[in-house]
């Protein structure tokens, strides 16, 4: 058996890969950390019978992972955004409406927790809209997708882990791919990973946005541009919604502080927001779909318990930046 030595050593090189594998499977950061854990202790309990000259630490770590993962699923249903739940809001200025804390809400990843490998990855990325389109999928189909196209395994590969034949693991990815291919956005003008104009363009946001300068901060988005908030169930669509939204944001809250971040491989802003204290406490995390032509999307997460898995403080201060 490994010393404890020995066994992280082994282990930690695929640390960030299989968070990344573990959050596609289950759509939240915290669960995905907690699987991570039980994986890695189900691979030390079983290290004793790990055969080398049979299947690769990497492979061998990923049946552990996956297994645990479709385990984990058979008792949760599928997590969701606000647009995969009903269409969208009409009454912008009557602000969000119908907060849905029962319904398992799709979490946001900060870049720092996963593989570079899987944020430089279009298709096998972590993008909010392809981890959300996952979610539409049947747990096993969803294992099968990763397995063979993010991840690149074999067939056989595929077969033997989910203990199954060829033909049906190869049945399952075709039905796995016309249902992505449904769910999924296309993605053609989406701006590559630390692209400098995003920089630029989240800088003139928050500048807009913390000004209450709402004509300022429409001519960021696109003409279709999405503004969905987790946990209300509403959202909005088009430009004139959006900007007709945030203008009922400044009208009955704030002053708001912002600061730049990555999750999903996206550019991202964490909101504070003062209540009436004075204190600028943790509201929300902006995750942005950006584009050549402008902001595309953009998901508020509501949940000031992602903070601190961001590594980002529960209040704001002047030297934050």
Not at 135 to 142: C, I, K, M
Not at 163 to 168: N, P, R
């Amino acid at each position: 058996m490994w010393s404890e030595e020995q066994f992280e050593q082994i282990v930690s090189p695929y640390r960030r890969e299989l968070m990344a594998h573990c959050y596609r499977m289950l759509g939240s950061v915290h669960d995905a950390e907690d699987l991570l854990q039980e994986v890695f202790l189900r691979a030390w309990r079983s290290s004793e019978g790990f055969d080398e000259g049979r299947a690769s630490p990497r492979t061998w770590l990923y049946r552990i992972a996956t297994n645990a993962c479709l385990t984990a699923l058979e008792q949760r249903g599928r997590r969701a955004l606000p647009s995969g739940l009903s269409g969208p809001g009409e009454e912008p200025e009557e602000g969000p409406r119908h907060r849905r804390p029962e319904v398992t809400w799709l979490q946001p990843v900060p870049d720092a927790l996963v593989d570079p490998a899987a944020i430089v990855a279009s298709r096998g990325g972590v993008r909010l809209a392809f981890v959300a389109a996952l979610q539409h999928l049947p747990p096993r189909q969803r294992a099968v997708l990763i397995l063979r196209d993010v991840l690149a395994w074999r067939a056989s590969e595929v077969a033997e882990l989910l203990d199954t034949s060829v033909a049906a693991a190869n049945s399952a990815l075709q039905r796995a791919r016309a249902q992505l291919a449904r769910a999924a956005p296309a993605e053609d003008e989406l701006a590559e990973p630390d692209d400098p104009r995003d920089r630029g363009l989240l800088d003139r946001y928050v500048s807009a946005f913390e000004r209450r300068d709402v004509a300022a901060l429409e001519e960021l988005l696109r003409e279709d541009a999405v503004l969905e908030m987790p946990p209300y169930l509403a959202w909005f669509a088009g430009r004139e919604a959006y900007a007709r939204f945030i203008g009922w944001v400044c009208a009955t809250r704030g002053p708001w502080r912002m600061r730049h971040t990555r999750a999903n491989g996206q550019p991202a802003l964490a909101a504070y927001v003062d209540t009436g204290d004075g204190v600028l406490r943790a509201h929300s995390l902006h995750v942005f779909t950006v584009t050549g032509s402008g902001i595309a999307r953009n998901v508020v997460f509501g949940d000031p318990s992602l903070f601190p898995v961001f590594s980002l403080p529960p209040v704001h201060t002047p030297e934050d930046v």
